[in-house]
C-alpha cells in the first residue's frame, strides 16, 4: 500500500496535534509536577481518547451526531463541566497548598495519583472536547481518498496515534527533564492556579450559545 494518498492528512494532523490544548496542558502538568513516566501515562490516556474520536469520525458517527444535534450539545456540555470542573479543582488545590508541600520530592507526588487515575485524567480530558469528533469527520472527509478501504483506514488511524503519542511522550520527556521538575516545584501554586484558569476558560467556550 502506498503512503502517498495520506500523506497530506498526517502533515495537516502533525500540525494539528503539536498545537497547545487542554491535551498538552494536562501531559505537561503531570510530568513537571509529577515524572516522566506519569506524563507518558496521561499521555497514553490522551491518545486512547483520540482513537476514539478518530474511530468515529472514521465510521461516520458525525453524521449521526449532525442528523440528532442534540447529541453533539449534551456532549459538548458534559465536556464543558468537566473542563471548568477539573480547571476548579486545581485552583482550589493550589491554594491550599502548603510551602512544605511544594518542597515535596516530585518521586513521591508522582505515586500519588495511582497509574490508572493518571490514564484516565488523560483520556477524560481529551474526551471532554466533542469538537473532536466534527474536526475528525471533516478531515476525513476531505483528506482522506473516497477509496481507502479498511486496510487503508486502518493503517491511517495507526499513524495518526503513533503520531500523537511520540509527541505527547516527548512532550512528557522534555517537561520531566530535573531543572523543569525544579522549576515547577518553586512556582506551582502560581503555575496550578493558571493551568487551572486555563481549564476553566477553555470549558466555557465550550459551552453552547
Known amino acids: 500500500m502506498s503512503w502517498l494518498p495520506i ?17 498538552f496542558l494536562i501531559v505537561l502538568r503531570h510530568s513537571a509536577g509529577g515524572s516522566r513516566r506519569s506524563g ?10 483520540i482513537g476514539v474520536w478518530a474511530v468515529a469520525g472514521l465510521f461516520g458517527v458525525t453524521m449521526l451526531v449532525q442528523r440528532f444535534e442534540w447529541l453533539y ?5 458534559a465536556g464543558a463541566l468537566f473542563l471548568v470542573g ?13 510551602p512544605q508541600a511544594d518542597d515535596e520530592p516530585p518521586a513521591i507526588a508522582a505515586r500519588r495519583p495511582g497509574r490508572l487515575r493518571e490514564w484516565r485524567a488523560g483520556l477524560l480530558t481529551n474526551l471532554a472536547n466533542p469538537k473532536a469528533l466534527v474536526f475528525f469527520g471533516a478531515l476525513f472527509a476531505s483528506l482522506l481518498p473516497h477509496h481507502a478501504n479498511l486496510v487503508m483506514r486502518a493503517v491511517t488511524l495507526g499513524a495518526m496515534l503513533a503520531v500523537a503519542f511520540a509527541w505527547f511522550s516527548a512532550v512528557a520527556f ?30 466555557a467556550l465550550l459551552i453552547p450559545r
Request: aromatic content about 6%.
Open 40 to 49: 507518558v501515562r496521561v499521555a497514553a490516556g490522551v491518545v486512547t481518547g
Open 73 to 77: 450539545t449534551a456532549a459538548r456540555v
Open 7 to 23: 500523506l497530506p492528512l498526517l502533515g495537516v494532523w502533525i500540525l494539528v496535534v503539536m498545537s497547545p490544548g487542554p491535551d
Open 86 to 98: 477539573f480547571g476548579v479543582a486545581t485552583i482550589r488545590a493550589a491554594r491550599k497548598r502548603s
Open 174 to 203: 522534555l517537561a520531566g527533564s530535573p531543572w523543569i521538575t525544579r522549576g515547577y516545584g518553586r512556582l506551582r501554586k502560581r503555575l496550578d492556579l493558571l493551568t487551572g484558569g486555563l481549564f476553566v476558560g477553555m470549558g
